[in-house]
């Protein structure tokens, strides 16, 4: 196992992450993602180069697949099982088995770059580091979906301290880069009759 400068890093690295790689999928899950998409892209234009931190075995790369056949799909994923089975799922994507706080974008940059359920798991005191990443790897859009709290605040995740939180991520990303501004924002109901997700909420930002 990878020597990591954070035990969540390593906490997803290993078996948990093997554990909640098996629990994420299926088709309901397709459905809600491919829903969410179709939210989300409605307020962004010329997306050719899509950047995921955080993609687990590539369900929302699979929607966006679907949704702009024609995009190059790009993934950073810490997780060994589950990068091999995006690869799987989709063969052509530009893969970066790595920690995100470990990945270098180089020159590179997508006109899409996001995180879904990903901040909420990474070390508060590398906030900063992985906002840059994200920042650096975006030309235009940044989209972040995630809980959401006004003030950062820790919660138990199923048994473990120290693994889950909540903040206004996209609050803390607009202060830090006033060149970016808030396109579009929603949430989805874990209650809702059609596409439920956890209560996610997403804002969609982008460069000028």
Avoid: C
């Avoid at 697949?65 to 950073?76: G, N, W």
């Avoid at 530009?94 to 940059?109: A, V």
């Amino acid at each position: 196992m990878t020597m990591h400068s954070t035990e969540q890093e390593t906490f997803w690295e290993g078996d948990f992450g093997n554990e909640y790689t098996d629990r994420n999928r299926g088709l309901d899950l397709a459905a809600a993602n491919l829903a969410f998409w179709g939210k989300v892209l409605r307020s962004a234009s010329g997306i050719s180069r899509v950047m995921e931190f955080g993609s687990n075995i590539g369900m929302n790369l699979s929607a966006i697949r679907l949704l702009l056949p024609h995009a190059d799909l790009s993934a950073v994923e810490i997780n060994k099982k589950a990068a091999f089975e995006l690869k799987k799922n989709i063969p052509l994507v530009d893969l970066h088995q790595t920690s995100i706080l470990d990945f270098t974008p180089g020159d590179r940059t997508w006109d899409l770059v996001f995180t879904k359920g990903v901040l909420i798991h990474i070390n508060p005191d590398k906030l900063p580091e992985v906002y840059d990443r994200i920042y650096n790897s975006s030309s235009r859009y940044i989209l972040v979906s995630e809980y959401y709290n006004p003030k950062p605040v820790e919660i138990d995740y199923r048994g473990h301290a120290g693994k889950l939180f909540k903040r206004d991520f996209a609050g803390e990303i607009l202060e830090a880069y006033p060149d970016l501004s808030l396109v579009d924002y929603g949430f989805v109901y874990h209650r809702d009759p059609l596409f439920p997700l956890d209560d996610t909420n997403w804002f969609l930002m982008e460069k000028h």
